[in-house]
């Protein structure tokens, strides 16, 4: 199955403490985790895509192997990998997508990080 940008949107908002926005105008939706952004999506894209963080010999070993993951348009291409929803399946874009928000949330500082830990169990 493919994912549709909707249903990015409703993953990326069922995770713990995510937060959305349109700060660079109506063509992108924004989402957070204190403030910090793991996931970008292009609404006005040709294709529907989204924008993941993920450590960068991970991303380059992604890109190798899918011809739908590639440097992220108008993003820093070492970290942040472009998927282009119609080339992947729904599991590795789901599960790419928690890897960009756990990436993140792990760089948060101590006292906010563990209000998240203690939500996981």
Request: proline share 7%; hydrophobic share 35%.
């Amino acid at each position: 199955m493919k994912m549709n940008i909707e249903e990015v949107r409703e993953y990326a908002m069922a995770l713990p403490g995510v937060e959305e926005d349109m700060p660079y105008g109506p063509d992108w939706l924004i989402f957070r985790i204190e403030g910090k952004i793991f996931l970008h999506i292009r609404l006005e894209a040709p294709e529907p895509v989204c924008a993941v963080k993920l450590d960068p010999d991970e991303g380059e070993e992604l890109r190798e192997h899918y011809d739908g993951i590639r440097p992220a348009y108008h993003l820093n291409k070492t970290h942040w990998n472009d998927l282009y929803l119609e080339m992947l399946d729904d599991r590795l874009v789901r599960t790419l997508i928690e890897k960009s928000y756990m990436i993140v949330r792990s760089r948060l500082p101590k006292r906010l990080r563990g209000k998240y830990e203690q939500v996981d169990g």
